[in-house]
């Protein structure tokens, strides 16, 4: 009887999220391992006030722009000051519905979504010289289907990692057209612990870990804190590997 129980609280801690169930590792074959950090929405004041903080660290981030249309003049000089100091301007839809739902749920069509969400802000973007070349998903959802059609407009699409296998969120090579990014905000619930286990992970096998953030030290379940932010600088910079934009990893 005690050697059942025993069995079974090994089989139970064995299913635990904390256990062996998370996967950390995967071999990869860039000639230098790194981190691309990715930034979502419109929260171009946010960004803008950490730029200084980029720079000095030689940090080159993707910031995906949802809401093109509802920036403001200053706003617009804001951002066009990110793309000057080398950082990607990556495209986040024109309203920042959940596609998903978008279609299967409000039954629009493929075709209208594409119009409405995808060309009628990259229009817009175009004209004020921008040309996005990357893509994220608002709210990480997706399938097959919608990457397939958005593969028509850009070199990769973006979702979120919701699972365990935290090794999803590391790119192997060079040449990706769909990439899971692993949420570093308050809100995703990744302790220092996971963080730096992916960090450690990529290092080793010569993969890219792809983060998600939205703001920067604000507080919040939607913000990275500025010290998290550091700490991965630090690990970058300490391990000798390199900060990517997702243009550079995307096929």
Known sequence: MVYKSMTLAIIFLALLPGSSCKKFDKKGYLQQAGVVLTFDDDRIDNWYRYLPLLDSAGVKATFYISKYNRLTAAQKTKLAALQSHGHEIGYHTTNHYNMMDYVYKYHHTIEEMM??????????????????????????????????????????????????????????????????????????????????????????????????????????????????????????????????KMAEISN
């Open 115 to 244: 119009r409405c969400e995808i060309e009628a802000g990259l229009k817009m973007m175009n004209r004020d010289g921008y040309y996005p070349v990357t893509f994220a998903y608002p709210y990480g959802a997706h399938n097959g289907i919608i990457d397939k059609e958005l593969k028509r407009y850009f070199k990769s699409v973006r979702a979120l990692n919701g699972s365990y296998d935290y090794a999803k969120s590391i790119a192997a090579g060079p040449k990706n057209d769909v990439l899971y990014g692993l949420g570093i905000d308050k809100g995703s619930n990744h302790s220092d612990v996971v963080i730096n286990n992916v960090l450690t992970s990529a290092r080793d096998n010569n993969g890219c870990v792809v983060f998600v953030a939205h703001n920067i030290g604000m507080g919040g379940n939607l913000s990275v804190t500025k010290e998290r932010l550091l700490s991965i600088i630090n690990f970058v910079k300490n391990a000798d590997m390199k900060f990517y």
